[in-house]
């Protein structure tokens, strides 16, 4: 987002009950928001208003295609910055491209709005028609090649876009999940201001919209006197390789390079310190080795695999054990409300809060009253409430609202619903946080990175959003040989990403399986609820497959979350598909490209 619009911003959900065409790509509603309640339930009471046509673009098919009554397009994964680049094909030889609205708006669609320092021909126009560096026109037959969807479909669905009257795009974090992920994400922004659909009732951005918070403060954040940071994702090589760990390599900020390694990890509520980690064997041998990070410290309720790992193991409340003051989360859309939580036992045993943990530590280096300004937690909570009590005085007192649950809700308004309102209503009068303060398509930004960055053979940082082939995709042909299937992963109804894999009853109601075609089961002798080994050089799982039409063919598909546990041979019996996912980061945001993996299945 901050090279295409500034900031991150989505139309609400609530807006598709005024659109008559909604787009989706690896957008999974059903399944990532199964609760039933926030998004998942505005999506479905705004379809049943406006009984809009629903197209879902994805490798897999769906709960939601099925419950939001969805056209289904397969696409191959990692492919969807090559399918936008066939409809823009087809939008532009076909001129259904108002180009004077676009360049009112955009940067880079076309030469007419280039900064000066690009190349002539650089702009996203010249790099679909082939008149830009590849060559390449990007045709519907040409992206038919690439995406496995019929070049025929990709003009209809063109056209279909540009003629609705409210148009709603919009995709889901899967596509961004992969090698090539930043250039997904930008080139399916890019469809709004190229169709006209943005800034308007019924339609989106492109980007997954995030919620309107109810507004409860957090607690007051210090200056910490160290600058530098790294890129999420790269800790394990901050921890590896430090001496590799630099600004033009590897997306360090604040300083030129890392002056030495990870030696101490603080790791509360969270089972990415190996579970959910990219290329756990490898992750595995990082945490063993105490000469490379020397202490371990976990905060957590559960021995998941992470927790395992630790020197120090400190057990925490859980929510029935802690009061707090909490605000909607981002997947409750645009009903945003505020809860108190309120201790329904007392902490059992040695069970702790993360804040008074802190606060102990604190004590030690003599800085309890710097972090706590005299507070407990509760006091804490109740501070913050009063703070929201003086902008809505119609709030009842503490006392009575902690007792309350759900104190308010609010739903936002219409003027909070769409994105770029006020910028389509006026670019000049409210313009973007971009350099340009527009949309930038061709972003100079990132044109400079490009040349300033040195990275990894094959990987691309382009300014107009290219398809950038990966390693790990249909079109090695090369890797293919050996492991012919790519693999992605998605969330189960079985578990929250980590949480609850350790219930067994719900292992009984939905049991992690890979998903496989019947043209690929049938070439491997393989039928439903045989066990089999999906296997790379990163390391093999053993998982129960499901043989279904549901997937496409070349394609197969894992739950996320299920519990590393290696047997004596070295294969995870526990299920996990971060056994096989790969480390090789996204080339811009050094980001997670879990989705992006080459196996073999075999039977077990």
Request: glycine content about 8%.
């Amino acid at each position: 987002p901050p090279y295409t619009h500034g900031v991150y911003v989505g139309s609400h959900f609530t807006e598709v009950a005024n659109s008559d065409l909604v787009v989706l790509f690896g957008l999974n509603l059903s399944e990532t928001r199964m609760s039933g309640g926030g998004q998942v339930e505005e999506l479905r009471r705004a379809l049943d208003k406006s009984k809009a046509r629903v197209i879902i673009i994805d490798p897999r098919y769906t709960d939601s295609v099925i419950t939001e009554h969805a056209e289904w397009l397969p696409i191959r994964p990692t492919t969807d910055a090559a399918l936008v680049a066939g409809i823009a094909h087809t939008l532009i030889t076909e001129n259904l491209i108002n180009e004077e609205q676009v360049n009112k708006y955009c940067v880079g669609y076309d030469r007419s709005t280039l900064p000066e320092s690009a190349a002539p021909n650089a702009s996203y126009k010249d790099y679909v028609l082939g008149t830009g560096e590849d060559g390449v026109e990007k045709t519907p037959e040409w992206a038919a090649s690439i995406t496995g969807l019929p070049a025929t479909r990709i003009r209809q669905l063109a056209r279909e876009m540009v003629a609705a009257k409210a148009c709603y795009i919009c995709q889901g974090w899967g596509p961004q999940r992969h090698a090539n992920g930043e250039q997904t994400v930008r080139a399916i922004q890019t469809l709004p201001v190229l169709t006209g659909h943005f800034g308007l009732p019924g339609t989106n951005n492109g980007n997954w919209p995030y919620g309107t918070p109810y507004g409860v403060p957090s607690l007051p954040v210090g200056e910490n006197p160290i600058t530098t940071s790294i890129p999420c994702y790269l800790w394990t090589d901050a921890i590896q390789n430090p001496e590799k760990m630099t600004a033009n390599t590897m997306g360090v900020k604040g300083a030129e390079k890392l002056k030495t390694g990870i030696k101490l990890i603080v790791n509360q509520a969270g089972n990415a310190l190996l579970n959910q980690h990219g290329a756990t064997n490898r992750t595995r041998k990082i945490l063993a080795d105490d000469t490379l990070c020397e202490t371990i410290i976990v905060i957590e309720n559960h021995m998941t695999p992470s927790a395992k790992y630790a020197d120090i193991l400190l057990p925490e409340t859980s929510y029935l054990e802690a009061e707090d003051l909490v605000d909607s989360s981002y997947s409750a859309g645009s009903h945003n409300y505020m809860i108190a939580l309120q201790r329904t036992i007392e902490p059992m045993w040695e069970v702790r809060s993360t804040y008074d943990i802190c606060a102990d530590i604190a004590g030690h280096l003599g800085l309890r009253e710097q972090f706590t300004e005299g507070k407990t937690q509760a006091q804490w909570a109740e501070l913050h409430y009063q703070q929201i009590r003086e902008k809505r005085p119609y709030l009842p007192e503490w006392q009575v609202a902690k007792e309350m649950g759900v104190i308010d809700q609010r739903i936002a308004t219409e003027k909070e619903s769409i994105a770029f309102a006020d910028f389509r209503a006026d670019p000049q009068a409210n313009p973007l946080k971009t350099p340009s303060g527009k949309i930038e398509v061709y972003s100079q930004a990132l044109a400079d990175l490009a040349q300033k960055w040195i990275l990894p053979e094959g990987d691309r940082i382009p300014a107009v959003p290219e398809f950038c082939v990966v390693k790990e995709s249909h079109l090695n042909k090369e890797l293919t040989a050996k492991y012919p299937l790519q693999l992605s992963g998605f969330h189960t109804k079985g578990h929250t990403h980590s949480t609850y894999t350790n219930v067994l009853m719900l292992h009984e109601a939905v049991p992690d399986e890979v998903w496989i075609n019947p043209i690929d089961a049938s070439a491997r002798q393989l039928s439903s609820g045989d066990l089999v080994h999906v296997f790379n050089d990163r390391g093999v799982v053993e998982i129960p497959c499901k043989v279904t039409q549901r997937i496409l063919p070349g394609v197969v598909a894992m739950p996320q979350g299920a519990w590393t546990r290696l047997d004596s041979n070295g294969v995870d019996v526990g299920g996990c598909i971060n056994t096989l996912t790969t480390h090789l980061t996204s080339p811009l945001a050094k980001g997670n490209p879990q989705h992006t993996n080459l196996v073999e299945i075999k039977r077990a």
